[in-house]
Nanobody, 119 residues
């Protein structure tokens, strides 16, 4: 079984920064794609950023130039550095991990961490 746990959320003022972390643990063979998504109340889940096992990154248009995704493959942890945060980015940020286990290839979600951008 694969566990995905996010951390680092909280309250930040507009224009401020936060760094989210997502750690993978449990029984798996290898972690491949890792990504961040967010969902605000009443909205659909939105893609934020992703990083492949080769370090190739992708970003949603609204966060390009402000957010940076990175990973520590040795620790199977992915990070999201968020700068210049805006109030409309208040949401639950969730981590998605693609990994292989004894059951095969699958995608796993964490429970999310709340980010609130407010003065």
């Amino acid at each position: 079984q694969v566990q995905v746990v996010e951390s680092g959320g909280g309250l930040v003022q507009p224009g401020g920064s936060l760094r989210l972390s997502c750690a993978v643990s449990g029984s798996y063979y290898r972690v491949y794609h890792m990504g961040w998504y967010r969902q605000a109340p009443g909205n659909q889940r939105e893609f934020v950023a992703s990083i492949s096992s080769d370090g190739i990154t992708n970003y949603g248009d609204s966060v390009k130039g402000r957010f940076t995704i990175s990973r520590d493959s040795a620790k199977n942890t992915v990070y999201l550095q968020m700068n210049s945060l805006k109030p409309e980015e208040t949401a639950v940020y969730s981590c998605n991990v693609q990994a292989t286990t004894a059951a095969g290839y699958g995608a796993y979600w964490g429970r999310g961490t709340q980010v609130t951008v407010s003065s």
